[in-house]
Protein backbone atom coordinates (compact mmCIF):
# COMPACT_ATOMS: atom_id res chain seq x y z
CA UNK A 1 0.00 0.00 0.00
CA UNK A 2 0.96 3.37 -1.23
CA UNK A 3 -0.60 6.31 0.77
CA UNK A 4 -3.41 5.72 3.13
CA UNK A 5 -6.37 8.65 2.86
CA UNK A 6 -9.61 6.68 1.96
CA UNK A 7 -10.61 3.49 1.63
CA UNK A 8 -9.93 3.50 -1.86
CA UNK A 9 -6.06 3.26 -1.23
CA UNK A 10 -6.71 -0.11 0.44
CA UNK A 11 -5.95 -2.64 -2.29
CA UNK A 12 -6.46 -5.85 -0.75
CA UNK A 13 -8.81 -5.11 3.03
CA UNK A 14 -9.21 -8.51 3.65
CA UNK A 15 -5.40 -8.58 4.22
CA UNK A 16 -5.14 -5.59 6.27
CA UNK A 17 -8.36 -7.00 8.13
CA UNK A 18 -5.61 -10.32 8.75
CA UNK A 19 -2.67 -8.10 9.66
CA UNK A 20 -4.85 -5.65 11.98
CA UNK A 21 -5.73 -9.03 13.95
CA UNK A 22 -2.16 -10.44 13.60
CA UNK A 23 -1.47 -7.12 15.78
CA UNK A 24 -4.56 -7.08 18.36
CA UNK A 25 -2.66 -10.78 19.08
CA UNK A 26 1.27 -10.17 19.07
CA UNK A 27 1.57 -6.17 18.85
CA UNK A 28 5.63 -6.99 19.11
CA UNK A 29 6.01 -9.09 16.38
CA UNK A 30 7.59 -7.31 13.94
CA UNK A 31 9.92 -4.88 16.08
CA UNK A 32 12.36 -4.74 13.04
CA UNK A 33 10.24 -3.65 10.64
CA UNK A 34 10.56 -0.22 10.68
CA UNK A 35 13.83 0.16 11.24
CA UNK A 36 15.97 3.15 10.03
CA UNK A 37 13.24 4.49 9.01
CA UNK A 38 11.41 7.66 9.81
CA UNK A 39 7.54 8.40 10.18
CA UNK A 40 6.75 12.31 10.73
CA UNK A 41 3.70 13.53 11.95
CA UNK A 42 2.39 16.58 10.89
CA UNK A 43 -0.36 18.00 12.81
CA UNK A 44 -2.86 21.32 11.83
CA UNK A 45 -5.34 20.62 14.34
CA UNK A 46 -5.51 19.14 17.88
CA UNK A 47 -5.48 15.33 18.70
CA UNK A 48 -5.29 13.33 21.62
CA UNK A 49 -5.69 9.50 20.55
CA UNK A 50 -4.47 10.10 17.12
CA UNK A 51 -1.48 11.53 18.12
CA UNK A 52 -0.41 8.94 20.78
CA UNK A 53 -1.72 5.81 19.07
CA UNK A 54 0.45 6.50 15.89
CA UNK A 55 3.60 6.94 17.64
CA UNK A 56 3.05 3.83 19.76
CA UNK A 57 2.11 1.81 16.64
CA UNK A 58 4.90 3.33 14.97
CA UNK A 59 7.39 2.44 17.93
CA UNK A 60 5.93 -1.21 18.01
CA UNK A 61 7.44 -1.60 14.50
CA UNK A 62 10.99 0.15 15.10
CA UNK A 63 10.04 3.47 13.78
CA UNK A 64 11.71 6.67 14.37
CA UNK A 65 8.63 9.90 14.86
CA UNK A 66 9.38 12.80 14.19
CA UNK A 67 6.26 15.30 15.27
CA UNK A 68 5.72 18.88 13.94
CA UNK A 69 2.23 21.06 15.45
CA UNK A 70 2.54 22.33 12.46
CA UNK A 71 -0.73 24.68 13.21
CA UNK A 72 0.69 26.41 15.60
CA UNK A 73 4.76 25.68 15.65
CA UNK A 74 5.22 25.89 12.19
CA UNK A 75 5.71 28.86 9.40
CA UNK A 76 2.52 29.79 7.84
CA UNK A 77 2.12 28.26 4.56
CA UNK A 78 1.28 29.45 0.89
CA UNK A 79 -0.75 26.65 -0.95
CA UNK A 80 -1.82 28.60 -3.96
CA UNK A 81 0.12 27.86 -7.01
CA UNK A 82 2.19 30.73 -8.93
CA UNK A 83 1.42 32.62 -5.89
CA UNK A 84 3.36 36.12 -4.96
CA UNK A 85 4.22 35.77 -1.19
CA UNK A 86 4.10 39.49 -0.05
CA UNK A 87 1.96 38.72 2.61
CA UNK A 88 1.73 36.87 5.89
CA UNK A 89 2.36 33.08 4.58
CA UNK A 90 6.16 32.43 4.65
CA UNK A 91 6.75 29.25 3.17
CA UNK A 92 4.82 27.45 -0.09
CA UNK A 93 3.75 23.73 0.55
CA UNK A 94 5.78 23.67 -2.12
CA UNK A 95 8.78 23.54 -0.37
CA UNK A 96 7.88 22.57 2.90
CA UNK A 97 6.47 19.18 2.07
CA UNK A 98 9.12 18.38 -0.12
CA UNK A 99 11.57 19.26 2.77
CA UNK A 100 9.24 16.62 5.26
CA UNK A 101 9.86 14.31 2.63
CA UNK A 102 13.50 14.77 2.01
CA UNK A 103 13.61 13.43 6.11
CA UNK A 104 11.20 11.27 6.82
CA UNK A 105 9.80 7.87 4.96
CA UNK A 106 6.12 8.32 5.65
CA UNK A 107 4.67 11.74 6.67
CA UNK A 108 1.19 11.70 8.62
CA UNK A 109 -1.20 14.73 8.17
CA UNK A 110 -3.95 15.65 10.42
CA UNK A 111 -5.94 18.91 8.63
CA UNK A 112 -9.52 19.77 9.18
CA UNK A 113 -11.59 21.68 7.09
CA UNK A 114 -12.73 25.17 7.75
CA UNK A 115 -16.40 24.66 6.88
CA UNK A 116 -16.91 28.05 5.45
CA UNK A 117 -16.03 27.08 1.23
CA UNK A 118 -17.49 23.31 0.67
CA UNK A 119 -15.81 23.03 -2.69
CA UNK A 120 -12.21 23.84 -1.37
CA UNK A 121 -12.92 21.58 2.12
CA UNK A 122 -13.79 18.70 -0.42
CA UNK A 123 -10.90 19.34 -2.66
CA UNK A 124 -8.52 18.46 0.16
CA UNK A 125 -6.28 20.82 -0.51
CA UNK A 126 -3.73 20.22 2.41
CA UNK A 127 -3.54 16.22 1.70
CA UNK A 128 -3.57 16.86 -1.89
CA UNK A 129 -0.41 19.27 -1.76
CA UNK A 130 1.26 16.73 0.70
CA UNK A 131 0.92 13.48 -1.48
CA UNK A 132 1.94 16.23 -4.79
CA UNK A 133 4.55 17.45 -3.19
CA UNK A 134 6.62 15.30 -0.33
CA UNK A 135 7.83 12.59 -2.39
CA UNK A 136 7.09 9.72 0.30
CA UNK A 137 3.78 7.46 1.35
CA UNK A 138 1.07 10.01 2.87
CA UNK A 139 -0.72 8.80 5.95
CA UNK A 140 -4.41 10.68 6.44
CA UNK A 141 -4.40 11.58 10.40
CA UNK A 142 -8.03 12.70 9.14
CA UNK A 143 -8.39 15.13 7.05
CA UNK A 144 -11.26 17.61 5.73
CA UNK A 145 -13.37 14.81 4.57
CA UNK A 146 -12.44 11.47 5.92
CA UNK A 147 -10.88 9.99 8.81
CA UNK A 148 -9.77 6.36 7.61
CA UNK A 149 -7.54 5.07 10.55
CA UNK A 150 -10.37 6.16 13.17
CA UNK A 151 -12.99 4.10 10.69
CA UNK A 152 -10.41 0.88 10.26
CA UNK A 153 -10.35 0.73 14.35
CA UNK A 154 -14.10 1.25 14.08
CA UNK A 155 -14.58 -1.91 11.75
CA UNK A 156 -12.15 -4.03 13.81
CA UNK A 157 -13.96 -3.35 17.06
CA UNK A 158 -17.53 -4.10 15.44
CA UNK A 159 -16.29 -7.18 14.55
CA UNK A 160 -14.70 -8.07 17.83
CA UNK A 161 -18.25 -7.17 19.71
CA UNK A 162 -20.80 -8.13 17.37
CA UNK A 163 -21.18 -12.56 16.93
CA UNK A 164 -24.10 -12.04 15.26
CA UNK A 165 -22.88 -12.72 11.42
CA UNK A 166 -24.99 -9.47 9.93
CA UNK A 167 -25.38 -6.69 12.17
CA UNK A 168 -27.30 -3.79 12.03
CA UNK A 169 -25.05 -0.92 12.44
CA UNK A 170 -26.51 2.65 13.03
CA UNK A 171 -24.86 5.84 12.06
CA UNK A 172 -26.89 8.46 14.06
CA UNK A 173 -26.34 12.07 14.36
CA UNK A 174 -26.09 14.17 18.19
CA UNK A 175 -26.49 17.73 18.97
CA UNK A 176 -23.05 19.26 19.74
CA UNK A 177 -22.27 22.95 20.90
CA UNK A 178 -20.10 23.38 17.96
CA UNK A 179 -20.05 23.25 14.20
CA UNK A 180 -17.81 19.63 13.32
CA UNK A 181 -16.24 18.39 10.63
CA UNK A 182 -18.09 15.97 8.49
CA UNK A 183 -15.08 13.59 8.26
CA UNK A 184 -15.74 10.93 10.75
CA UNK A 185 -19.53 10.32 9.70
CA UNK A 186 -18.32 10.25 6.33
CA UNK A 187 -15.62 7.85 6.64
CA UNK A 188 -17.28 5.68 8.65
CA UNK A 189 -20.28 5.36 5.85
CA UNK A 190 -17.31 4.73 3.33
CA UNK A 191 -15.93 1.88 5.44
CA UNK A 192 -19.75 0.67 6.79
CA UNK A 193 -20.88 0.88 2.97
CA UNK A 194 -18.00 -0.64 1.61
CA UNK A 195 -18.66 -3.60 4.58
CA UNK A 196 -22.52 -3.75 3.77
CA UNK A 197 -21.70 -4.40 0.00
CA UNK A 198 -19.76 -7.40 0.70
CA UNK A 199 -23.22 -8.66 3.01
CA UNK A 200 -21.04 -8.26 6.40
CA UNK A 201 -23.27 -5.82 7.65
CA UNK A 202 -26.39 -3.80 7.41
CA UNK A 203 -26.14 0.05 7.79
CA UNK A 204 -28.46 2.68 8.49
CA UNK A 205 -27.91 6.00 9.05
CA UNK A 206 -30.19 8.40 11.03
CA UNK A 207 -30.03 11.81 11.43
CA UNK A 208 -32.23 15.37 11.04
CA UNK A 209 -33.69 16.56 7.86
CA UNK A 210 -30.76 19.13 6.27
CA UNK A 211 -27.95 16.77 7.99
CA UNK A 212 -27.67 14.64 5.17
CA UNK A 213 -23.73 13.39 4.18
CA UNK A 214 -22.33 14.02 0.96
CA UNK A 215 -24.05 12.11 -1.54
CA UNK A 216 -20.67 10.15 -2.44
CA UNK A 217 -20.28 9.05 1.15
CA UNK A 218 -23.93 8.07 2.03
CA UNK A 219 -23.81 5.74 -0.73
CA UNK A 220 -27.14 3.88 -0.82
CA UNK A 221 -27.40 3.46 2.98
CA UNK A 222 -30.78 4.21 3.75
CA UNK A 223 -31.78 7.18 6.10
CA UNK A 224 -34.04 7.10 8.54
CA UNK A 225 -35.42 10.47 10.55
CA UNK A 226 -37.14 9.02 13.12
CA UNK A 227 -34.43 7.89 15.67
CA UNK A 228 -36.05 5.85 17.67
CA UNK A 229 -37.04 3.86 14.43
CA UNK A 230 -33.66 3.47 13.44
CA UNK A 231 -32.41 2.04 16.89
CA UNK A 232 -35.09 -0.81 16.81
CA UNK A 233 -33.23 -4.22 16.47
CA UNK A 234 -29.78 -2.64 16.33
CA UNK A 235 -26.63 -3.96 17.19
CA UNK A 236 -24.03 -0.96 16.99
CA UNK A 237 -25.18 2.66 17.71
CA UNK A 238 -22.09 4.63 16.52
CA UNK A 239 -23.04 8.16 17.77
CA UNK A 240 -21.56 11.34 16.16
CA UNK A 241 -22.30 14.79 15.94
CA UNK A 242 -21.47 17.23 12.11
CA UNK A 243 -22.60 19.81 10.83
CA UNK A 244 -24.60 20.36 7.76
CA UNK A 245 -23.28 19.22 4.45
CA UNK A 246 -26.02 21.10 2.26
CA UNK A 247 -25.99 24.30 4.40
CA UNK A 248 -22.27 23.80 4.68
CA UNK A 249 -21.07 23.83 7.80
CA UNK A 250 -24.09 25.18 9.64
CA UNK A 251 -25.59 23.68 13.03
CA UNK A 252 -29.29 23.75 11.92
CA UNK A 253 -30.78 22.76 15.19
CA UNK A 254 -29.26 21.95 19.42
CA UNK A 255 -32.02 20.32 20.41
CA UNK A 256 -31.38 17.59 22.96
CA UNK A 257 -33.91 15.35 21.81
CA UNK A 258 -31.13 13.39 19.13
CA UNK A 259 -28.77 12.66 22.44
CA UNK A 260 -28.28 8.69 23.16
CA UNK A 261 -30.08 7.95 25.91
CA UNK A 262 -31.11 4.22 27.89
CA UNK A 263 -34.44 4.60 26.90
CA UNK A 264 -33.27 4.68 22.98
CA UNK A 265 -30.38 2.07 23.55
CA UNK A 266 -33.36 0.31 25.16
CA UNK A 267 -35.43 -0.07 21.74
CA UNK A 268 -32.17 -2.14 19.98
CA UNK A 269 -31.02 -5.65 20.26
CA UNK A 270 -28.30 -4.95 23.24
CA UNK A 271 -26.35 -2.56 20.59
CA UNK A 272 -22.95 -1.63 21.62
CA UNK A 273 -22.72 1.57 22.13
CA UNK A 274 -19.69 3.98 19.95
CA UNK A 275 -17.84 6.97 19.16
CA UNK A 276 -14.73 8.17 18.10
CA UNK A 277 -14.06 10.55 20.82
CA UNK A 278 -13.96 13.25 22.18
CA UNK A 279 -16.96 13.40 23.18
CA UNK A 280 -19.43 15.88 25.33
CA UNK A 281 -20.88 14.01 28.11
CA UNK A 282 -24.77 14.91 27.95
CA UNK A 283 -25.07 16.29 25.06
CA UNK A 284 -24.12 13.97 22.59
CA UNK A 285 -24.49 11.10 25.14
CA UNK A 286 -26.09 10.33 28.38
CA UNK A 287 -23.70 9.56 31.40
CA UNK A 288 -25.98 6.18 31.54
CA UNK A 289 -25.05 4.91 28.23
CA UNK A 290 -21.71 5.46 27.70
CA UNK A 291 -20.57 4.31 31.38
CA UNK A 292 -22.59 0.97 30.86
CA UNK A 293 -21.63 -2.40 29.90
CA UNK A 294 -22.77 -1.25 26.16
CA UNK A 295 -20.14 1.28 25.48
CA UNK A 296 -16.77 0.09 23.86
CA UNK A 297 -15.31 3.14 23.29
CA UNK A 298 -11.90 2.42 25.32
CA UNK A 299 -11.52 -0.80 23.16
CA UNK A 300 -12.39 1.31 19.74
CA UNK A 301 -9.94 3.72 21.23
CA UNK A 302 -7.51 0.65 22.07
CA UNK A 303 -7.74 -0.31 18.19
CA UNK A 304 -6.57 3.15 16.97
CA UNK A 305 -2.99 1.67 17.50
CA UNK A 306 -3.91 -1.82 16.04
CA UNK A 307 -5.61 0.19 13.19
CA UNK A 308 -2.25 2.89 12.80
CA UNK A 309 -0.04 -0.52 13.14
CA UNK A 310 -1.57 -2.76 10.56
CA UNK A 311 -1.63 0.15 7.92
CA UNK A 312 1.95 1.31 8.79
CA UNK A 313 2.68 -2.89 8.40
CA UNK A 314 1.54 -2.53 4.87
CA UNK A 315 2.64 0.79 3.61
CA UNK A 316 6.30 -0.17 5.08
CA UNK A 317 5.85 -3.53 2.67
CA UNK A 318 5.21 -1.09 -0.20
N1 LIG B 1 -10.80 10.11 17.48
C1 LIG B 1 -9.74 10.89 17.28
O1 LIG B 1 -9.21 11.01 16.16
O2 LIG B 1 -9.27 11.49 18.41
P1 LIG B 1 -8.22 12.68 18.44
O3 LIG B 1 -8.87 13.84 17.71
O4 LIG B 1 -7.98 12.97 19.88
O5 LIG B 1 -6.98 12.26 17.72
Not at 78 to 91: L, P, Q, R, S
Not at 259 to 267: F, G, R
Amino acid sequence: MHHFTALADVPDLGALLETAEAVSRHPHSTPALGRHKTLGLIFFNPSLRTRLSSQRAAHNLGLDVMVLNAGTEGWALEFGDGAIMDGDKAEHIKDAAAVMGRYCDILGVRTFPGLKDREADYQEEVLEAFKRYAGVPILSLESATRHPLQSLADLITIRMHTPVPKPKVVLTWAPHVRALPQAVPNSFAEWMNGAAAAGQVEFVITHPPGYELAPAFAGSAPIVYDQHKAFEGAHVIYAKNWSSYTDYGKILIQSREWMVTPDKMALTDQAKFMHCLPVRRNVVVADAVIDSPASIILDQAANRVVSCQAVLQHMLMG
